[in-house]
């Protein structure tokens, strides 16, 4: 076992922050999040659990920044496309939508882990007030991105930036975990997702001309 005393913002630190959350997405792939005690977390990532306390508050602060890290790492990737938009490239929707958000699960993000989060915050009011800060975050990063899409082709919209992103969200995350409650393997909640998004885009976007 390490037992990890550097000081805050050390790469030390990162590194150990950064295999408590690789750590803990195991974990959890296993057992579940309410199985899964920091005693389990520790034990996969080899620290002890001082390194664990002075890096997250507790199990749940670590899940919440588990899945900040996910939709971060999600959202650079669409940021990324949108970066490498072409102003003439626009043929239809439906080539827009795959080609800015080509959504997918991949292999760390599990609606799972959002529904449980999600669930523990109703509980907690501490981690309620995290949740909906990350959920805020979240909004604005996707605000942004439209942002760039609806200036690099001059597209309208039929509803204000900061609803057409709430929406997108609250479609996704209903997708995800509808499609995981019925049992639907990850590449087809892929597939539905993206489909979804297209509908919904055609649907917020004004026709061109």
């Given at each position: 076992m390490?037992d990890?005393?550097a000081?805050?913002g050390s790469?030390?630190r990162e590194?150990?922050?950064?295999r408590?959350?690789?750590?803990?997405?195991?974990?959890?792939g296993?057992?579940?999040?309410d199985?899964?005690?920091?005693?389990?977390?520790?034990?996969?990532?080899?620290?002890?659990?001082?390194?664990?306390?002075s890096?997250?508050e507790?199990?749940?602060e670590?899940f919440?920044?588990?899945?900040t890290q996910?939709?971060?790492e999600?959202l650079d990737e669409v940021a990324?496309?949108v970066?490498?938009l072409?102003?003439?490239?626009?043929?239809?929707m439906?080539?827009?939508v795959?080609q800015v958000v080509?959504?997918s699960l991949g292999?760390?993000m599990e609606p799972?882990?959002?529904s449980?989060i999600?669930t523990?915050?109703?509980?907690d009011p501490?981690l309620?007030?995290?949740?909906?800060?990350?959920?805020n975050?979240l909004r604005?990063?996707?605000?942004?991105?439209?942002?760039?899409?609806?200036?690099?082709?001059?597209?309208r919209?039929?509803l204000p930036?900061?609803?057409?992103?709430?929406?997108l969200?609250?479609?996704s995350?209903?997708t995800?975990?509808?499609?995981?409650?019925?049992?639907r393997p990850t590449?087809e909640?892929?597939?539905?997702?993206?489909a979804r998004?297209?509908?919904?885009?055609?649907?917020?976007?004004e026709?061109?001309?």
């Amino acid at each position: 076992m390490t037992d990890v005393t550097a000081r805050p913002g050390s790469r030390r630190r990162e590194q150990t922050r950064a295999r408590l959350l690789d750590a803990a997405h195991e974990v959890f792939g296993e057992v579940g999040m309410d199985a899964a005690s920091v005693e389990m977390i520790c034990d996969r990532a080899g620290f002890t659990r001082g390194a664990f306390y002075s890096n997250f508050e507790s199990k749940d602060e670590l899940f919440l920044a588990l899945i900040t890290q996910l939709a971060e790492e999600k959202l650079d990737e669409v940021a990324g496309r949108v970066r490498d938009l072409a102003p003439d490239a626009l043929s239809d929707m439906s080539a827009l939508v795959h080609q800015v958000v080509g959504a997918s699960l991949g292999d760390r993000m599990e609606p799972q882990l959002i529904s449980e989060i999600r669930t523990q915050a109703m509980r907690d009011p501490r981690l309620a007030e995290a949740y909906l800060t990350w959920q805020n975050v979240l909004r604005d990063r996707v605000e942004v991105i439209i942002q760039q899409v609806v200036r690099t082709y001059g597209l309208r919209l039929r509803l204000p930036i900061d609803e057409a992103a709430q929406l997108l969200l609250d479609v996704s995350d209903d997708t995800c975990a509808r499609a995981t409650l019925e049992g639907r393997p990850t590449a087809e909640i892929t597939a539905l997702l993206n489909a979804r998004i297209e509908r919904l885009v055609t649907v917020l976007v004004e026709p061109v001309g």
